[in-house]
């Protein structure tokens, strides 16, 4: 069982930055892809961006990129998204997950393991 515990989320004013952080206990974190996905009110959540488990190969939603950057740090049990030039559309509870396999995805539903979520609000 992996427990993921999401940090670093708030208040920002539009273009501005945050960067989120997303620590790992309870398995192998370097076994498992990881993604952000992020869920607006009345929304589905959605997919944000995704990492391998070397992280050597990532992947960003359209909407996100150019502006925000998925890494992660094996030794540290930690996946980070760097957020740049935010907009208010980006306001959203903000997820990390955690996926059994080799390969990540961009789908909820390949997905075992979910943090509690973290608030992000853009102001204009």
């Known amino acids: 069982q992996v427990h993921l515990v999401e940090s670093g989320g708030g208040l920002v004013q539009a273009g501005g930055s945050l960067s989120l952080s997303c620590a790992a206990s309870?398995?192998?974190?370097?076994?498992?892809?990881m993604a952000w996905f992020r869920q607006a009110p009345g929304k589905e959540r959605e997919f944000v961006a995704a990492?391998?488990?070397?992280?050597?190969?990532?992947s960003n939603a359209d909407y996100v990129r150019g502006r925000f950057t998925i890494s992660r740090d094996n030794a540290k049990n930690t996946v980070y998204l760097q957020m740049n030039s935010l907009k208010p559309e980006d306001t959203a509870v903000y997820y990390c997950?955690?996926?059994?396999?080799?390969?990540?995805?961009?789908?909820?539903?390949?997905?075992?393991?979910w943090g509690q979520g973290t608030q992000v609000t853009v102001s204009s």
């Open positions: 990492i391998s488990r070397s992280g050597g190969s990532t």
């Open positions: 309870g398995g192998t974190f370097s076994s498992y892809p």
């Open positions: 997950a955690a996926r059994i396999g080799p390969y990540y995805s961009s789908r909820v539903s390949d997905y075992n393991y």
